[in-house]
Structure formats: structure tokens, C-alpha cells
């Protein structure tokens, strides 16, 4: 189901005046918020059934009652706004079209779990994202919407801005929080989980800036309406990025029952010049190539689970049959290989094993060996890797084999 | 290239101090902006001025792709050349860079003026094929507008973070 809740006011309200976004009802939601009890708010956002939307699909509610529970202070809030998963663009459109509803999000967050300092880490190459958020946080705190006693209340929160410097792992969670604490951006073994030891040590929320966009209108609105819009495991509005080989591409929203083909053909107008679909990559290069026989099933979880694929960023790529699919592939083991932090020996190594034997198959030299080696490999990076990079390494280029017709058996 | 605007450093430097080791990401952006790339000297004085082991300075600047210790062009020509991009036909607009620049991706060229870098996903896919100049964005665009758009960068000396050098 086509839906315009995250995508309303973009390109309908200036993005850089408050009084555009305040005529459009912002602020209204962290305005009703604040008469509840933050109790209260975390309790709608768990009902709502909200989850995560930059790639690992946690409940958003049970995280915030998590750090609400704690009782050390200072606590944080974070806005994950690094969006560097390769075909993901969806919150760098949020965050230049509509970025107020992004600081309004972590106020709410904020008040419910009882965080006094904000951060945003946005993504070294977003410039324009960057300079209107940093527009937008000071705005909103002259006119009483961040700050000191918000509102009139005895609420305060203040948001700081960070930039990334181009490094893919940062957007991971924890080694965001290394970053922003001006160490080299490794991800932490977990536990301890962020919303007891995030960051600098303290309980936090981190939240991608798409889950952040959804508070708003949820609060507005309620849970029971959230609930409503689309699947009952995964409900609310979702943003998708469909680019490649397609006539329109774009951010599309959808709730997650939409399925690949409505998006390639209906959102983004089909295949350019009337071509056929080869492969579409779904979720990004830690995501998972879908073949196109089976692009009618839904965006959801258990949709997609059937055809071993998840939605992760959102991200949908499109490759024709024009496209050789072995420099898709290339592309993607280079990615890996260049982006791998070095932190723990199966990723490190894996990655650049990968990056071998697949220029060395994308040259012609096909041998048996090379296929049980990168299944190998692949198992080998999905369980022993210590963060989310080295486990989904190899997604992409095994499935991509798969819709090749290369298809080895599943172990 | 030597003659460092120091005042200029400095003054980021004392502003970001008071965060010590939290300000050090900031304070080698804003530094890199004033002085193009991160040298010893200037790191120098940035692990001093942050109370940070210059070490570990050092380990930083070399973990990120947007931080230089090493100089590079005052135009950093970033060219995506990931899936969506090359499906789109990234591989002619780094062939048209390269060929108008005349230096491969990784070197500057001999006047100092652009450096080529070939880009992982820069996150606008719907803009493919996509590059950047500096903060400039141009996407999507042909071969042949590359001369032209760099062409257009040399003779404006833009680069808006280059104010002052
Ligand atoms: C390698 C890697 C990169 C990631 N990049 C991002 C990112 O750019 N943006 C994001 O929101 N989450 C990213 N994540 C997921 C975060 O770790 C985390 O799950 C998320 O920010 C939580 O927010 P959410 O619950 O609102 O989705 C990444 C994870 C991994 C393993
Ligand atoms: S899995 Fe890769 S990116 Fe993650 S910590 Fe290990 S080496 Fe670093
Ligand atoms: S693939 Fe080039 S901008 Fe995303």
C-alpha cells in the first residue's frame, strides 16, 4: 500500500525555515508528548510495534524502555544518520527535505527515555544534509523546541552534530560511538549492549534517522493507526530506495506488504528501455540478489525470508540483462575488502580472499575449487565475524552466483 | 604549501580543546578544510592542543577515507563508480576524468589543482551515474560533461571550504 507519511513534507515545505514546518503541524507531536508521562510514550511506541528501520529491525520501543529503566546519567540519544550501505539514499532525503521531523523524533525520544544530550552522526559526504540540520538545531533551540526547559517544561535536551569521514563501518552502532569519542571507528564486542554502556559509557538510544522520522506522526496519531498501515509483523510507513536499471529512480514509501515488481514497475516505472530484470540486489551489498522469478514476493520480513533475502536498508538495485554480473560482483567483494576495519582476523582476511578469488572468476578462470571456497568463506565470515560487516560479506556474492545460475547447495 | 595559516588552525583548535579527545574528529575535518590535508606538523599541533597521544592521532587520521595525510588536489574529484552508478555508466565518466585530467584514480595532477577518486555508493543512486567535486554534486551526467563541469570548478576556484588559503 502506497502511503505519504515520512515523505509529506518533502519538497512541500521549505526545508530551512521552522515556521514552515511548524505550519505543517511540526512540533505538535513532541508538544502532546510532553503532557504525557514519558511512561506513557514508551508504552505507545512499544504498542505501535515500530521497528528499527536502518537495517537490524529491533523493536523501538523495547530499546527505549531499556534506557528508560536505567538510572545513570547522563543518557543520549543518537541519531544514526551515516547512510553508507551502497543503494541506500532514503534519510539523506529526509534529511534534506523535512529535518526538523528528525530533531523532533529525538526529543521525543529523549523526553521518553529521559536523555538530556543528542548527537547526530551524518555522513562525511552529506553536505547539505549537514548544513541544514545544523540550521534546524539551532532554529528549533531559539524557539524553545530544543534546549533548556523545553517548552515551558523542565525538559532539556541538547543535540550536537557530528560528521563522519568516510568510513563505512561507522555506521555501525558502537563504532559510531567510537568515532564520535575521537578513536578509530572499530566496532565493541557486544554485550554490554548500547542501552546500558553506549556512548561514552552511558545508556543510549541509537536510532536510525528513518525510525526517528516515524515518532512523530506516530504520536500524533497513535498506535492504533501505525498498527493499521500494513503488516502486522512489520506495520507503519517504510521508505525504499530503488535505483539501477530502472526508468524512475527514487525514495519510494510503501507500507512493507508492497511487493519487488510493484516497486520496480509501478514506483519506479520498469526496467529502462523496456528491458528485463537479471538480478535485483535487495538490501544493499550487505544485502542479498533476488532473481526474477521470484520478484513477487512482499517487502516484509517472512515475505522475503522465503527467497533467503531480509529488507535491511531499504535499498532495491536493479540490474538488467544488459549488465555483466560479474563486475556487479566485483564491485561488491571490492567493497568489502576496502571497507573491513582489520579489527578481527575472519573479516579481515576473509574479505580480501573473497576480493581474490572473485576478480580471478570475473576474469574467466572458472574452477570448481573457487565456488566450495567462497561457500567457505562465506559460513566461515557469517559466524565467526565479529559485527554486522563480516557477517553479511559474503550475502551478496553467493546469492548473486545463485541468480547467475551458478547455484551451489545450501549447507 | 608550507606556509600553514596558523592563527587560523589554532583558533579551531582552541575551540574544540575543551571536548579534549571527543573534538578530535571535528577538529581534523575543520583543520583539513583550512589546510588541505593533515601533515605531521599540523597533527602535531592538534594532539597537543586536544591533550591526545599524537599516536593515536595519527591512527585516526589514516582509519578515515576523508582525511588526508597526504596532500591532495585543492579539488577532490569523487567519482561513484558503485553498482547503481556503473550500471548507469560510471566507467565512462572516470574514463572522461581520467583522460581530461590526465592523471589515473589515487594521483593529482602535476599543478595540484584535482586529485581522482573512484567512490564506493556516495548515496545518491537516483542521481547515477554520480560525482562529486569537493561538496559540488553533479548527477546524473554524460562523458561529455565532464569537461565542462571541470573545467567550470578550475576556472571558479570554488571549493567552498578553501575560503582564506
Ligand atoms: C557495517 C554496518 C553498517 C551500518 N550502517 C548503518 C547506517 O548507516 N545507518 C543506520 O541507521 N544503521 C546502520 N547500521 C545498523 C546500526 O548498527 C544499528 O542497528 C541502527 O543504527 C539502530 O537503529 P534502528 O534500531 O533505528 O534501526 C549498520 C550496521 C552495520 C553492521
Ligand atoms: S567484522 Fe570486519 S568490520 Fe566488523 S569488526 Fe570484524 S574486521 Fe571490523
Ligand atoms: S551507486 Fe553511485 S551514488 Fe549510489
Redesign the interface.
Known amino acids: 500500500m502506497n502511503t505519504s507519511v515520512l515523505l509529506q513534507r518533502v519538497g512541500q515545505v521549505d526545508p530551512t525555515r521552522l515556521e514552515d514546518y511548524v505550519a505543517h503541524g511540526g512540533f505538535d507531536a513532541l508538544r502532546r508528548a510532553l503532557l504525557r508521562r514519558p511512561e506513557k510514550v514508551v508504552e505507545e511506541v512499544k504498542a505501535s510495534g515500530l521497528v528499527g528501520r536502518g537495517g537490524a529491525a529491533f523493536p523501538t520501543g523495547v530499546k527505549w524502555e531499556a534506557v528508560a529503566r536505567e538510572s545513570r546519567t547522563p543518557k543520549y540519544v543518537v541519531c544514526n544518520a551515516d547512510?553508507?550501505?551502497?543503494?541506500?539514499?532514503k534519510d539523506?532525503v529526509l534529511m534534506e527535505g523535512d529535518p526538523f521531523a528528525v530533531l523532533e523524533g529525538m526529543a521525543i525520544a529523549a523526553y521518553a527515555t529521559g536523555a538530556s544530550e543528542g548527537y547526530i552522526y551524518v555522513?562525511?559526504?552529506?553536505?547539505?544534509a549537514y548544513t541544514l540540520l545544523r540550521s534546524a538545531v539551532d532554529q528549533a533551540t531559539q524557539a524553545g523546541f530544543l534546549g533548556d526547559a523545553i517548552l515551558g517544561s523542565d525538559f532539556s535536551f541538547h543535540v550536537h552534530i557530528?560528521?563522519?569521514?568516510?568510513?563505512?563501518v561507522c555506521g555501525e552502532e558502537t563504532a559510531l560511538f567510537e568515532?564520535?569519542?575521537?578513536?578509530?571507528?572499530q566496532p565493541r564486542q557486544k554485550p554490554p549492549f548500547p542501552t546500558t554502556h553506549g556512548l561514552?559509557g552511558q545508556p543510549t538510544v541509537i536510532n536510525n534517522v528513518e525510525t526517528l522520522a516515524n515518532v512523530p506522526p506516530l504520536i500524533l496519531n497513535g498506535a492504533e493507526w501505525f498498527r493499521s498501515l500494513g503488516p502486522e509483523e512489520a506495520p507503519g510507513p517504510k521508505l525504499f530506495?530503488v535505483?539501477?536499471?530502472v526508468n524512475k529512480?527514487?525514495?519510494y514509501e510503501a507500507t512493507m506488504d508492497v511487493t519487488l515488481r510493484e516497486l520496480i514497475e509501478e514506483y519506479a516505472g520498469g526496467v529502462r528501455d523496456g528491458g528485463k530484470v537479471q538480478a535485483v540486489?535487495v538490501g544493499g551489498?550487505a544485502g542479498t540478489f533476488v532473481g526474477p522469478k521470484d520478484l513477487d514476493v512482499p517487502m516484509s520480513f517472512s515475505g522475503l525470508r522465503r527467497v533467503g533475502a531480509s529488507p535491511g536498508s531499504g535499498a532495491v538495485?536493479?540490474?538488467?540483462e544488459r549488465?555483466n554480473m560479474w563486475?556487479?560482483l566485483l564491485?561488491?567483494a571490492r567493497?568489502f575488502a576496502?571497507?573491513s576495519?582489520g579489527k578481527c582476523y575472519p573479516c579481515r582476511l576473509g574479505t580480501q580472499r573473497q576480493l581474490e578469488i572473485v576478480t580471478r572468476m570475473a576474469s574467466g578462470a572458472l574452477r570448481y575449487k573457487d565456488f566450495l571456497r567462497l561457500q567457505d568463506l562465506h559460513a566461515t565470515m557469517r559466524d565467526a565475524s565479529l559485527c554486522g560487516l563480516g557477517q553479511t560479506a559474503g550475502n551478496a556474492i553467493i546469492s548473486g552466483l545463485k541468480v547467475m545460475g551458478m547455484g551451489m547447495s545450501d549447507d | 604549501m608550507s606556509d600553514i595559516p596558523w592563527e587560523q588552525v589554532d583558533a579551531v583548535i582552541a575551540r574544540w580543546a575543551p571536548r579534549g579527545r571527543a573534538g578530535l574528529l571535528p577538529c581534523l575535518e575543520e583543520v583539513q578544510s583550512i589546510t588541505g590535508w593533515l601533515s605531521p606538523e599540523v597533527s602535531r599541533r592538534i594532539a597537543e592542543g586536544l591533550k591526545v597521544p599524537l599516536a593515536d592521532v595519527f591512527g585516526v587520521i589514516t582509519f578515515y577515507g576523508l582525511l588526508y595525510d597526504r596532500p591532495v588536489g585543492r579539488f577532490v574529484v569523487r567519482v561513484c563508480d558503485d553498482v547503481s552508478c556503473f550500471i548507469n555508466g560510471s566507467r565512462e565518466i572516470v574514463d572522461a576524468c581520467r583522460s581530461y585530467l590526465g592523471v589515473e584514480p589515487g594521483e593529482t595532477t602535476p599543478d595540484g589543482l584535482f586529485t581522482l577518486e573512484t567512490h564506493p555508493c556516495l548515496g545518491r543512486c537516483e542521481r547515477a551515474p554520480f560525482m562529486m567535486v569537493n561538496e559540488l554534486e553533479f548527477g546524473p551526467i554524460t562523458p561529455q560533461d565532464v569537461p565542462r563541469i571541470l573545467e567550470e570548478v578550475r576556472k571558479s576556484g570554488a571549493g567552498q571550504e578553501e575560503e582564506g588559503v
Request: hydrophobic share 35%; charged share 25%.
Open positions: 547512510e553508507s550501505e551502497p543503494g541506500t539514499f539523506r555522513r562525511g559526504e552529506y553536505a547539505r557530528y560528521r563522519g569521514a568516510g568510513a563505512y568515532s564520535i569519542e575521537g578513536k578509530r571507528g561514552f530506495s535505483s539501477g536499471a529512480p527514487g525514495v540486489l551489498a538495485m536493479v540490474v538488467d549488465v563486475d556487479v564491485r561488491i567493497f576496502h571497507e576495519c
